[in-house]
């Protein structure tokens, strides 16, 4: 048996999220995925994944593993899935790692970006992949707000509320996170106009959790928030004193550091 | 009666390019463009554009004026105007010109680029605005063939060739040309790996010459056109001789000199 690790990107905006669903007419990307990979290499496949990413939500470095018993090259393995998989999930790399690498449980940390353009118009090059606001954010007041969920909270008021009553423990660490103005874009050469990114770095999230902060940023830059009232919100462990969930298409998982 | 430029981009991927057509149900830039602007402004518009681009190329900086009687404030114009406008066209920017500026008349220079994705695997970020060419391209030899483009010529081997056949003067002049390996697309901080660059400046381009250049380019990238053949293929004036027409996907109208 061979353990294979792959990373890759997709374009969720045509995914009801990552996980594979009971139904077969809904279309995941680990359906995908492990529909491909059984018409490749045969047998029945369960694939481990670092971000299992809700509906709407891309991916550019995505890490995936599973175990085969197929002696296909490695080099082979990512040229003959991208034949098969749809045009919105592409395998960037395959790796062969040690039995018992595990793409789920083993990350350091994973890191999100949110992408919000905030300016007048809209872009036809990147409006699958970022939040569109038009107001004016005050990109300082998010950066603080932002900056008072660092290190280690009961973030319950930063997750989905039914997933929130199932849960064991809604304790995260942030390791780094910052919202900033940002030239992490650029297009024909020019830094994207009015692109704001919400960078958030942590070992692990709860459900929504990135995009209940990108909201709460948001709030907070339209001034509907107060940076000062982010430790309040922390301790009240309630969602509704958080801010708006941010939409889906905003959100990328970009790295997953093992 | 005022005079209004705009500053456009659009994605060509879903028109049947620029020029609008007789038969309504042909999605043309223009055929939207001037219905919105009728639409928000009243009266029969016609407008003026610098680049007629084709069916799928894209615009990051088209440039369109038109000549209206509404007194709408400047400002209202863009806003107003996106607001009617399908998700493929975005006004970025509206200004009063004098009454003689003609977008299609007065341009010094326009600049298009090319991208190719020269790697093994696509990105589903860029994939509607590049052209993907996973065999490895010998940009040096890439950029030698075009090279030889620059300055004034008869360019008749490097355009379609009906409308080569109605062409009263084949001859254009080509500012600056180059291909390279290139960092003009960033996505989530990374410079888009292997991506190419072809980039070129004239005052006018003939029918499909930037993508037939582009055509050419890969093919001498390939190997199978030496850079050495260019002026023979200029001087045949002969389209067979020119290397294959590009897709339209990977061309954008960059920029606009006036």
């Given amino acids: 048996m061979r353990n294979i690790r792959l990373t890759l990107e997709y374009d969720g905006g045509g995914f009801s999220g990552w996980q594979k669903q009971a139904k077969q007419e809904v279309r995941t990307i680990q359906g995908e995925l492990e529909r491909a990979i059984q018409t490749l290499l045969g047998g029945?496949?369960?694939t481990n994944t670092a971000g299992r990413t809700d509906t709407g939500v891309h991916a550019f470095g995505q890490v995936v593993n599973f175990v085969i018993e197929s002696d296909m090259s490695i080099r082979r393995i990512p040229y003959s899935l991208n034949a098969i998989l749809p045009d919105d999930i592409v395998i960037k790399d395959a790796v062969e790692v040690p039995p018992d690498f595990d793409a789920r449980r083993d990350?350091?940390?994973?890191?999100y970006h949110y992408y919000i353009l905030n300016r007048p118009y809209r872009s036809v090059f990147v409006?699958?992949?970022?939040c569109?606001?038009?107001r004016q954010l005050d990109v300082a007041a998010m950066d603080e707000a932002v900056a008072a969920l660092k290190g280690r909270h009961d973030f319950t008021s930063?997750?989905?509320t039914l997933s929130a009553s199932k849960l064991d423990n809604p304790v995260r660490t942030i390791l780094d996170i910052s919202c900033a103005r940002s030239g992490n874009i650029v297009w024909a050469g020019e830094p994207l106009e009015g692109l704001v990114m919400l960078r958030v770095r942590a070992h692990a999230f709860l459900h929504n959790m990135v995009r209940i902060i990108a909201g709460t940023a948001i709030d907070a830059g339209l001034g509907n928030i107060s940076p000062q009232d982010i430790s309040t919100i922390l301790e009240a462990r309630d969602r509704s004193r958080a801010g708006h969930t941010a939409p889906a298409k905003g959100l990328t998982l970009v790295r997953v550091e093992y």
């Fill in 158 to 160: 930063f997750c989905n």
């Fill in 132 to 134: 569109y606001e038009p």
């Fill in 127 to 130: 409006d699958r992949f970022v």
């Fill in 107 to 111: 990350p350091k940390w994973r890191e």
């Fill in 44 to 46: 029945a496949v369960e």
